[in-house]
């Protein structure tokens, strides 16, 4: 596509459902990154993905978080038994090499609301 | 680990004024970049300007420019002419030069450019 998608848009969920946060890179990127945005907060790396492997995963802060990305184009965020806490902008990315130089290409993100 | 700092969480500047957000980092790679992005209210993050360690010349894109002094570890964004549509988070951020890496952003100045 034209440029990174991200769906939903907004999520609002109550605490302990599941949530997953799809995210859509520019076609051909090689590159996929899931970053947080917590309110008033710089953001926060949570996964990087290199085709459909993750070569560092080491932001994702719980056993609760977990990623996919498949075909090494749409990639799948998912939260179990959300928390509270877990209320963040979630921001996806991606970036055409992999020796990059570092222009990444960001989504809209997904607003993710726990009640 | 690398740390990005922003030291300046809002600042405000007349249309047509000039303004420098601050940024320093603490790292002891010597080779790696340096980043601005803007993130308007619509959420997505742009590139605005990128600035590679190991070039002395300071990167300019139009009314952007840094001042990038690597034995300071200081890396500030000048923005000359300031427009109304510039009103935006500004976020700092590092990468290692590495091939698979991930950026390491600052928490932020929020600039709001006034009439």
């Known amino acids: 596509g034209a440029g990174v998608s991200q769906s939903p848009s907004n999520k609002v969920t109550e605490k302990g459902k599941d949530v997953e946060l799809r995210c859509d890179p520019i076609s051909g990127h090689t590159a996929l990154y899931w970053y947080r945005q917590s309110l008033g907060q710089g953001l926060e790396f949570l996964i990087y993905f290199q085709g459909n492997s993750a070569p560092d995963k080491s932001g994702l802060p719980s056993d609760r978080f977990s990623a996919e990305r498949t075909g090494g184009s749409v990639s799948t965020l998912t939260i179990q038994r959300t928390q509270q806490e877990d209320s963040a902008v979630y921001l996806c990315?991606?970036?055409?090499?992999?020796?990059?130089?570092?222009?990444?290409?960001f989504g809209e993100g997904s607003r993710l609301t726990v009640l | 680990a690398q740390t990005v700092t922003q030291s300046q969480p809002e600042m405000s500047v007349q249309e047509a004024e000039t303004v420098t957000l601050s940024c320093t980092y603490d790292?002891?790679?010597?080779?790696?970049?340096l980043f601005w992005y803007k993130q308007p209210p619509s959420r997505q993050m742009i590139l605005v300007i990128r600035?590679?360690?190991?070039?002395?010349q300071n990167a300019t894109e139009n009314r952007f420019s840094v001042n990038f002094q690597k034995a300071a570890k200081s890396f500030s964004l000048k923005i000359s002419d300031s427009q109304l549509g510039d009103t935006a988070m500004y976020f700092c951020a590092f990468m290692k030069h590495e091939a698979a890496s991930k950026l390491t952003f600052g928490t932020g100045t929020r600039l709001q450019v006034t009439l």
């Open positions: 790292t002891s790679e010597n080779n790696y970049y």
């Open positions: 990315a991606s970036s055409l090499n992999r020796v990059t130089t570092g222009e990444l290409f």
């Open positions: 600035q590679e360690a190991y070039k002395q």
